[in-house]
């Protein structure tokens, strides 16, 4: 029994920080077609920025308000000078999909390469703002502790605030109507182009975010949200790449998925499990569990 609620536990605190990089990865792809392969430097770059201001103020919370500020001005400029004359100078035929693609991995690698040389390549860690020491149940420890709570909630919170703004304001009706019919939404005198840069900033933002939530139970370097990355893609691909609610409940799944496979089978199948789940769900309903996007038959 205890194993089986520590499992339930960590699985919701894995699945919601899956579920930041699958939501950043989703909010680019919704405006741009494109998946951003580039995120996971932009996630550590911002999280390295929130160490500096953690590290020189004192404050791991005002930290976290300078990662994602700073990932969502990151993320604006990367669309409005990098992406957008990509989409300007490309016009037509299969390089359309594959350019933009290949642009995002080639500015990881720079990302990458100027956060080692800033910083380094040595493991530095952000202190927790709360306790890490797992709860006590039954006179037992277990692997979730309140500042495993503690991103959950932060989570949870984040996506009701992208719920209401996509729902219930002007703006989230432009993000929705730029993505789903851009020309329209041009016609309608919606500025596509700085609604989905608005999409690619709020991405950015979600990123730090999830660096700073991801890194105090881990390491931070140039490499640390390779795997997080990973993980948000196959999550998003699980949920559907349209959905933002699929994005996180994709996430769920795999962490769900992970967690138990790794508690009750073996602590080696965190990748094979991941990629089940993935090859299955693509067998099954290749757009998606939740995306209305149906699959060609054959």
Known sequence: MLKFITA????????????LMSTALVLVWRSTRVINFAQA????????IGYEVTIRSGSYWIGVAAAIISGALIGAVIDRFFMRPIFKRIKSGPIVMIAPVVATLGLLGIIQAIIGFIWGLTYQSIPAPVSTDGYQIFGSTIAFSPFN??????????????????????????????????????????KVD?????????????????????????????????????????????GGLDSLFGAVAGAMILGFAINFATSYISSKLVFPMAFIILILVLLIKPGGIFSSVKGRKD
């Open 8 to 19: 339930v536990l960590t699985s919701l605190a894995t699945g919601s920080i899956y579920a």
């Open 41 to 48: 430097g932009q996630a550590v770059f911002t999280t390295y």
């Open 149 to 190: 709570l503690m991103v959950l909630i932060a989570v949870t919170i984040s996506m009701l605030l992208l719920t209401l703004l996509f729902q219930r304001t002007n703006i989230g009706l432009a993000l929705r109507a730029s993505a789903y019919s851009p020309e329209i939404a041009k016609l309608s005198g919606i």
């Open 194 to 238: 700085a609604i989905r840069t608005l999409g690619w900033a709020l991405a950015g933002a979600a990123g730090g975010l999830a660096g700073m939530l991801f890194i105090p139970s881990s390491y931070l370097y140039p490499n640390a949200m390779d795997v997080l990355l990973v993980f948000g893609f196959i999550a998003a691909v699980i």
